[in-house]
Nanobody, 123 residues
Framework: VQLQASGGGLVQAGDSLRLSCAAS????????MAWFRQATGKEREFVAA????????NYADSVKGRFTISRDNAKNTVYLQMNSLKPEDTAVYYC?????????????????WGQGTLVTVSS
């Protein structure tokens, strides 16, 4: 499975961005998907996850109420809508795909990773 993330950029605090992650595989519709992020000098951390059907989602406390993960299985694409962005959201954002269901926040449960897209939020 190849994952291509896009949509990052430089924005001001309070702005919105939507990240997209396009998957190459026909198994996308049966995979759980997630977004993780890694700020400079920090470990990669969980942001949000969505199950194969889009009926269940899971969010890190730091983004709950501001970010929304969604998917379009017809387009093999997962999205991350980010609103009310803060400088601490600045990071490289990675999409990831894993087999089976659920909305796990464990990186080890995601087998495939995209190349990352940089989000920079200025104050």
């Amino acid at each position: 499975v190849q994952l291509q993330a896009s949509g990052g950029g430089l924005v001001q605090a309070g702005d919105s961005l939507r990240l997209s992650c396009a998957a190459s595989s026909r198994t996308f519709s049966t995979s759980k998907m997630a977004w993780f992020r890694q700020a400079t000098g920090k470990e990669r951390e969980f942001v949000a996850a969505i199950n194969w059907s889009g009926t269940n989602t899971n969010y890190a406390d730091s983004v709950k109420g501001r970010f929304t993960i969604s998917r379009d299985n017809a387009k093999n694409t997962v999205y991350l809508q980010m609103n009310s962005l803060k400088p601490e959201d600045t990071a490289v954002y990675y999409c990831a795909a894993g087999p089976f269901g659920g909305t796990s926040y464990y990186m080890k449960e995601y087998e495939f990773w995209g190349q990352g897209t940089l989000v920079t939020v200025s104050s």
